[in-house]
């Protein structure tokens, strides 16, 4: 897979359209889950588009891990021109 597929992927529903891009084979498949880290005591961690799958479908350190992802993605993040 091309390391450029994310940006593509990114691609506004108007340009694709004015480009008429469909008609040259752009397909967009979303990968879910987006992201999937195995750890070395067989648990692991995803995250899914669905933020109850993510929450509910770890096999983490316990029931906190989810919800610690949860936060994290929930949580506002100062900007880089916040002091």
Avoid at 21 to 30: I, Q
Avoid at 45 to 73: E, K, L, M, V
């Amino acid at each position: 897979m091309s390391p450029c597929a994310y940006v593509v992927g990114l691609l506004h529903p108007l340009v694709v359209d004015e480009l008429d891009l469909r008609r040259h084979g752009y397909r967009v498949t979303v990968a879910d889950p987006n992201l999937w880290c195995p750890f070395e005591d067989g648990t692991s961690f995803g995250t899914w588009a669905d933020d109850a799958r993510t929450a509910g479908g770890s096999s983490g350190p316990g029931p906190a891990h989810g919800t610690g992802a949860q936060q994290r993605s929930t949580s506002t993040m100062p900007s880089a021109s916040t002091p």
